[in-house]
C-alpha cells in the first residue's frame, strides 16, 4: 500500500467516536472497552502521553545546516562507502520504502544477512539509543557501524573510508560548507555526522498528529476507537512519548513468554535481567515497515498486533478490537516528502578513486 503524497491530511468530517458507539450499540462499545468516546477526552488521554512530534530532531553536538543535511543525504545514498561500492545506507532503509527493505534480514556484503531486522531510519534519531538492543547512543555513533560492518557494507577498515571520500574530488567542496571553518574536513567521522544530521531530519508527522492539534476528522472512527482500545490495554506503557515508542528498553515476553535465541540487550550490558530485553520500538510508519519484530518473523501486522497484547500485557483481543488497533497505527503513517526520498547526483570517481573489492 502506498498513500498519497499530498502533505494535507484533510478529510471528509465525520462524526466524532461518541455519536458511533450510540449508534452502532454493542459491537462498537466492545471494540472501545471504556464504552463511548468523546474525540475531546480521547485527545487529551493522547496528548498526555505522546506530547507534539518535534519538526526536527535536533543536537547540539551536530548542528544541522542546510548545507550538512545535504552531504549526509549525498553519501547516504553513495555505494562506494562498501566494499563492492554497490551497497548503500538506502539499500537496506530506502526512503522510498519508509525507512526498510522489506525482508526479515537484509542482505549485506555478497549476500550475507545478520540475524535482525532493519528497523526504519524515519523518526529514529528520537530514540533514547539506536539498534535494537540501544548498543549506539545516537544516529551520529550508529552511522559508523554499518560501513565497516564485515556482513553490511564491509569496508576493511576506518582509514579506508577516509582514503575513498578523499579521493572523490566532487566531495571536498561539499564536505567544506557542510563543516565551515575545519582546514581537512572530508573524514569519514564528518561523513557520518552529515549522514547523522541527515537523519534528524527525517521526523515524520502523520493524521494522527493532525488529530492531536485539534483536528477530530484526521483519524477515521474505526481509528479512534482503535485509539482508545490502544490506551485502554496499555499499549502506551511502552510505547510512549512522540515517537510512539523508541524511548524505552522492555522484556519481549513480559507476561507470557516468547521464545527467541537473540539475547538482546543482554549483548550490551552483560547483565541476566537484560536477556530478551529490546528497545521498544516507535510504532510510527508501522503499517509501512513490515515484516515485524527484531528477528522480522512476524508477517501481519494483525499478528503482530495480538502477539503484542498476548506476551506483553496478557491480553487476548478480539477480531474487531484488533482490527481498530490496526486501523489506529495505519493513521501513524505519514506522507512521504520529496526532500526525503529524492535520489540525489552523487560526485564523480577521480583518478584515484580505488574501485570495488569483491572478496
Ligand atoms: C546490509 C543492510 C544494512 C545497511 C547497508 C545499513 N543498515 Fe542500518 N541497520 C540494518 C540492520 C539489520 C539494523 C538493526 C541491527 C541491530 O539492531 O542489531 C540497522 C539499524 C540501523 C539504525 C538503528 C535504528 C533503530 O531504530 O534502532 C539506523 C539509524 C541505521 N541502521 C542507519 C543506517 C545508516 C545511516 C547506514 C549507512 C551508513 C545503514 N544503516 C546501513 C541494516 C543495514
Ligand atoms: C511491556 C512493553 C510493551 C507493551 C505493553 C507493548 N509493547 Fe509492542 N513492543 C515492545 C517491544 C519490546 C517490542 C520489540 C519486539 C521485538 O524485539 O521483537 C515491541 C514491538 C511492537 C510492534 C512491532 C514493531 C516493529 O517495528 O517490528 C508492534 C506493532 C507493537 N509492538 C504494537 C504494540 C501494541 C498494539 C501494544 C498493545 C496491545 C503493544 N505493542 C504493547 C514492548 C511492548
Given amino acids: 500500500m502506498r498513500i498519497q503524497r499530498t502533505g494535507t491530511f484533510a478529510r471528509p468530517r465525520r462524526a466524532v467516536v461518541g455519536a458511533l458507539a450510540l449508534g452502532a450499540g454493542l459491537a462498537a462499545a466492545a471494540a472501545a472497552p471504556s464504552g463511548g468516546q468523546d474525540a475531546g477526552v480521547l485527545r487529551a488521554r493522547a496528548k498526555a502521553l505522546f506530547g507534539t512530534l518535534p519538526a526536527l530532531a535536533e543536537s547540539p553536538a551536530n548542528p544541522s545546516s542546510e548545507a550538512r543535511v545535504e552531504l549526509g543525504r549525498v553519501l547516504y545514498h553513495d555505494p562506494r562507502l562498501s566494499r563492492s561500492q554497490e551497497i548503500s545506507c538506502n539499500s537496506c532503509h530506502g526512503l522510498d520504502r519508509y525507512g526498510v527493505d522489506g525482508e526479515p534480514t537484509s542482505a549485506g556484503h555478497k549476500g550475507q544477512r545478520g540475524e535482525r531486522n532493519a528497523p526504519t531510519v524515519y523518526n529514529a534519531a528520537l530514540h533514547v539509543a539506536q539498534f535494537w538492543d540501544g548498543r549506539a547512543k545516537d544516529v551520529e555513533e550508529q552511522a559508523k557501524g554499518p560501513v565497516t560492518n564485515p556482513v553490511e557494507m564491509a569496508m576493511p577498515s576506518a582509514p579506508d573510508v577516509d582514503r575513498i571520500l578523499r579521493s572523490i574530488p566532487g566531495y571536498a567542496p561539499l564536505f567544506r560548507a557542510a563543516f565551515p571553518g575545519e582546514p581537512d574536513p572530508v573524514s569519514f567521522g564528518r561523513a557520518a555526522l552529515a549522514i ?158 580505488p574501485g570495488p573489492r569483491l572478496d
Fill in 196 to 353: 547523522a544530521a541527515f537523519e534528524r531530519t527525517l521526523v515524520t508527522p502523520a493524521p494522527f498528529d493532525a488529530f492531536l492539534a485539534g483536528d477530530d476528522a484526521a483519524l477515521s472512527e474505526p481509528q479512534q476507537r482503535g485509539l482508545a482500545t490502544f490506551l485502554e490495554v496499555g499499549c502506551p506503557t511502552c510505547h510512549v512519548g512522540p515517537a510512539v515508542g523508541g524511548a524505552m528498553f522492555q522484556k519481549l515476553g513480559l507476561v507470557h513468554p516468547y521464545a527467541t535465541a537473540d539475547p538482546g540487550r543482554f549483548a550490551v550490558t552483560r547483565s541476566e535481567a537484560d536477556r530478551g530485553v529490546f528497545k521498544v520500538p516507535s510504532l510510527r510508519n508501522v503499517a509501512q515497515t513490515g515484516p515485524w519484530f527484531h528477528d522480522g518473523r512476524i508477517a501481519t501486522l494483525d499478528d503482530a498486533v495480538r502477539k503484542m497484547a498476548w506476551h506483553q500485557l496478557g491480553r487476548e483481543l478480539t477480531a474487531a478490537q484488533t482490527r481498530d488497533v490496526v486501523a489506529f497505527l495505519e493513521s501513524l503513517t505519514a506522507p512521504l516528502r520529496p526532500e526525503w526520498t529524492r535520489k540525489p547526483a552523487l560526485p564523480e570517481r577521480g583518478p584515484d578513486t
